[in-house]
């Protein structure tokens, strides 16, 4: 068991239970961090491969990120936690904000025994993992940014829920009886609280102070997201280890619509090598690489 006083507060109890089916191939596992029911999904072989961590968006659990994360299990330990609050793990009364999740994030790093790790982050996850690199910046390996959300394009409020209704309307149908439940759970004052919490967290000044290799994947369809072209004018202006691939015909939830496409994706950037599109995932979408940073050197095979 994993204690952190700064995070500690009286938990609120549920039944801790499995899911009655299994969402995918991974295992699904209970565990208990600082006196939490924490729920998560693991990989069931290669225990000495390197780990990888997927973290979910706003307001839901991992499971939409199944897709992307079966897809990678063969090639590295991959977990897929429901961060406290989210999906099935317990909450606490007092809601984490964006450094609270960072540092149970870490929490359960040090439940599995991973010392570091790749993260992959989508929508929330993705300023998640921003902090996680600057309060535990020896224990990421990588950083994989999946349609990067909380910024000054979702605010205010209003405008955050216009632009994820348009995205329901882009999104698998399949999506919404994963996401739905999980919305529900979460509850409108969670809802809330996380929004604030998400508009006051400095997502750009943690992104310009990132010093570690960066993948930034956007869909062109994401209506949460800047155009391709204004994203790549600001990329253009940052001095780093950031590689920016775009999806096109994808929207917000990539890890779910198109998980062939970002599994690709993912493989070539860890093994850097150049970002080129897999002719074998099924469908019409096409990966193609942005921005690569000025401090990025030119991936391993590129002309």
């Given at each position: 068991?994993?204690?952190d006083?700064?995070?500690?507060?009286?938990p609120?109890?549920?039944?801790r239970r499995?899911?009655?089916?299994?969402?995918s191939?991974?295992?699904?596992r209970?565990?208990?961090?600082?006196?939490?029911?924490?729920?998560?999904?693991?990989?069931?072989?290669?225990?000495?491969a390197?780990?990888?961590?997927?973290l979910?968006?706003?307001?839901?659990?991992?499971?939409?990120l199944?897709?992307?994360?079966?897809q990678?299990?063969?090639?590295?330990?991959?977990?897929v936690?429901?961060?406290?609050?989210?999906?099935?793990?317990m909450k606490?009364?007092k809601?984490?904000?964006?450094?609270?999740?960072a540092r149970?994030?870490?929490?359960?790093?040090?439940?599995?025994g991973?010392?570091s790790a790749t993260?992959?982050?989508?929508?929330?996850?993705c300023p998640?993992?921003?902090?996680f690199a600057?309060?535990?910046?020896?224990?990421?390996?990588?950083a994989?940014l999946?349609?990067?959300?909380g910024?000054?394009?979702?605010?205010?409020l209003t405008?955050?829920?216009?632009?994820?209704?348009?995205?329901?309307?882009?999104?698998?149908?399949a999506?919404?009886?994963v996401?739905?439940?999980?919305?529900?759970?979460?509850?409108?004052s969670?809802?809330?609280?996380m929004?604030?919490a998400?508009?006051h967290?400095?997502?750009?000044?943690?992104?310009l102070?990132?010093?570690?290799?960066t993948?930034?994947?956007?869909?062109?369809?994401?209506?949460?997201m800047?155009?391709?072209a204004?994203?790549?004018?600001?990329?253009?202006h940052i001095d780093?280890?950031?590689?920016?691939?775009?999806?096109?015909?994808?929207?917000?939830?990539?890890?779910?619509?198109h998980?062939g496409?970002l599994?690709?994706?993912?493989?070539?950037?860890?093994?850097?090598?150049?970002?080129?599109?897999d002719p074998?995932s099924?469908?019409?979408a096409h990966?193609y690489?942005?921005?690569?940073?000025?401090l990025?050197?030119?991936?391993e095979?590129a002309?």
């Amino acid at each position: 068991m994993v204690t952190d006083s700064r995070a500690s507060s009286e938990p609120q109890h549920e039944t801790r239970r499995l899911p009655r089916r299994p969402a995918s191939s991974l295992a699904e596992r209970w565990t208990t961090i600082d006196g939490l029911d924490f729920f998560f999904r693991e990989s069931k072989t290669l225990p000495d491969a390197p780990a990888m961590i997927h973290l979910h968006g706003f307001g839901l659990s991992g499971r939409y990120l199944l897709p992307t994360a079966e897809q990678l299990q063969d090639e590295f330990r991959t977990y897929v936690p429901d961060l406290p609050g989210f999906g099935h793990s317990m909450k606490r009364r007092k809601p984490l904000d964006v450094p609270g999740l960072a540092r149970a994030a870490a929490a359960f790093m040090d439940d599995r025994g991973i010392d570091s790790a790749t993260l992959v982050g989508n929508s929330m996850g993705c300023p998640v993992i921003l902090e996680f690199a600057h309060l535990y910046p020896d224990r990421i390996d990588h950083a994989v940014l999946v349609s990067p959300a909380g910024g000054m394009h979702n605010q205010p409020l209003t405008r955050a829920m216009t632009q994820l209704a348009r995205d329901g309307g882009r999104e698998p149908r399949a999506l919404v009886r994963v996401a739905t439940p999980d919305y529900l759970r979460f509850g409108v004052s969670s809802t809330a609280r996380m929004f604030g919490a998400l508009m006051h967290y400095p997502s750009l000044e943690r992104l310009l102070d990132l010093d570690v290799k960066t993948l930034v994947v956007l869909g062109d369809q994401d209506p949460l997201m800047p155009s391709p072209a204004r994203v790549k004018e600001i990329a253009s202006h940052i001095d780093n280890q950031a590689t920016l691939v775009v999806i096109e015909g994808a929207a917000h939830a990539i890890n779910f619509s198109h998980p062939g496409e970002l599994a690709n994706v993912i493989r070539l950037f860890m093994a850097d090598r150049p970002i080129v599109d897999d002719p074998d995932s099924p469908g019409t979408a096409h990966a193609y690489e942005l921005h690569r940073g000025m401090l990025e050197p030119p991936a391993e095979g590129a002309a």
